[in-house]
């Protein structure tokens, strides 16, 4: 560890945003005295839609949404968990435009199948700020008031530097991707791609993908089992990591691994040497 | 199969094959554009009889493009079924390119985006890298998200491009990117994925875009300003995008303000200049803080600095927005545009003071006609109207009636006898240049 404060550490923003744009870092973005007043006075109501509230990384994020709104006498009036189903997020915003709610905080699952009930959702008059990404063609302004992310480009660009020491030259490198037209997944998959084809073109590349949490510990045996020689794999977040990582132990294999969102299973294992080499997370200021 | 219906029919008949590629040609695109979808509204509107609208529609149906959709509002009697365009027959590939970015995406026919993406990268790198780079993203982008095959590629460049004089021509990039000269960059991307290929300048698309989809929508005249390193305009009037003699309409930053280009003097890099000189000098305390921490400067922390009340930030963004709106209010007496969209990195990140400058210049030299209902606004759609806009190129390309003519009949535009030709000739240059040189060889 070092002794610098988050500040001096943070690493320069590599992706883009849903619109091509520049972000903007999260601690540079304040509430004048004068807002907060207001906000305290006006005491809104919050829910939170989120694709999962089982994993560490929604745990922190919750945790975080809920505490900061609690500075500003915001209540958290309801927190979803939609387990990854498209229609459980379509009824569960649907039904928010109608409820007593100032605002939503959302993290769309999935594209096109989700924009139209988040659009409805500002329609209705409530105020929608979004995790992670935003289905193509809504607009900031129009159809939601902004986004919230982490770099999702550099996390993938850090896990395929990572993961570049462990593979041999001219070896060959595994991505466990996520079967789902999904933002987020795709940008760290394709900065994945481009660190390695920049850096290391000697490595091949070879994906298998899965749908369903459940499905990436066969997806990454089966990747083990198509490409002799393997030498690592980059595995797109950190739940269907370790599951792979337990898969691939119950077969008696190890293999590097490197992965994105601190969660404490990854941390634990990387943590006793296990296969998690690297994991790439952002610091929550 | 469809293919070998027309043909017969046409038998014995040459005359009647236009006439049927004409017709269909009519139909598909009252159905595309909503005009017209049941078949008595079609046989209304087309004028043709209802035996040849039957047929023709049985064609389209046949070859994919069209499909019965749901029962429209009944007149009396039976409600009438109503035509549908399949936009999902094909996909549009389009990309803009930038000075510091690129953008990708995947449309459908109907010009909407289903999936985009942006990354940082360099123009100056060079064409075969941003060429490699856009089809290894087109590759991936069409493998994972499972979308039909392209039909065509729109492509948005920063600079003007210039008129092409056919169809299927593609046009030289070396009046837009100086250090591309002689790069065929569009013959090779077209030949890469096999479909025709559309330019126009990132201005143009962007402005495409945001009359399609953004702060223009349904509006028929509107101006669109890209406020980036360089600084044009976009002009959309009366439903049309003016392209100008050569194509270069709309390149504003070479107004002269004083004895500069106005590019010079409020263009996104002299922006940046002029904030580290307040940084380094202490006029400019959030900015002098900015540039300890990062070790530089943008313009995206001047207007950073202007949204937190830094004064110097205010002040030189405030007048740069005047400075384009000078430059802007002519244009505005000119073709009295309903709205005036702002857009590029220094509208994006120069937020309410550098529009408060335009509104000012342009509010204040506009006759009062012109500036009553005159909305002066941000882009929303920030480099995404690249995207949209060049789909909506593709789009109307590919069905202007001559155009869909020719490949209606075969089912899709790649099969256009006059792409293949220039898709045959494309691939012996091609093949030309790279076969090893004839003669002595030094050892």
Redesign the interface.
Known sequence: MNSKTPGDTAMSIAGLGPHGERAVPADQIQLTPADAAQALTRRFSVALVLHTTTSDWSKQELAGIAATLGLYSAALVEVVDCNFDVDLQVAALTRLAREPVDAVISIPIGNARVAAAHRDLTLSGRKLVLLDNAPTGMLPGTDYASVVSTDNFGLGQSCAAMLSAHIPPNGAAGILGYGIDFFATHEREIAFRKWMGSHRPDVTLVRERFAELEGAGPAALEMVQKTPGLSGIFAVWDVPAMKAVRALAQNGIELPFTTVDLGNEVALDMARRGMIKGIGAQFAV | MAQEKATLRSVGRPRSVDAAQASLALLLNLVRTGAATTRQELERRSELGRAVVADRLATMIELGLLKEGELGQATGGRAPRQMQFRQDAGSLLVSAIDQS?I?L?IADLNG?????????AQLDSGPEVILD?LA??FD?LLR??EKPAPWGIGLALPGPIEKPPTDFETVPVLQTVQTWQGFPFLERLSMRFGVPIFARSGVQTMTMGEAK??GGRGLSDIIYVKLGRSISAGLISEGRLHRGAQGAAGMIGHSRVGEDLLEAVAGADVIAREGMAAAEDGRSPYLAQALA??GELSV?DIG?AAQ?GDLFCVDLLGRCGRMVGEALAPLTNLVNPALIVVGG?VA??GGDSLLAGIREAVYRQSHPMVSRDLQIIRS?????SGLVGAAQVVVEELFAPATLQGWIGLGSPVRHPDFQKRLERMSASAAAEAAPPAGRVAP
């Open positions: 970015s953008a995406g909407q985006l289903l999936v985009e993406h942006h990354e940082a780079r290894t993203i991936w994972e998200t989809s953004g921490r990062q995206v950073h937190l990195v994006e990140s929303q759609m920030g480099a995404s």
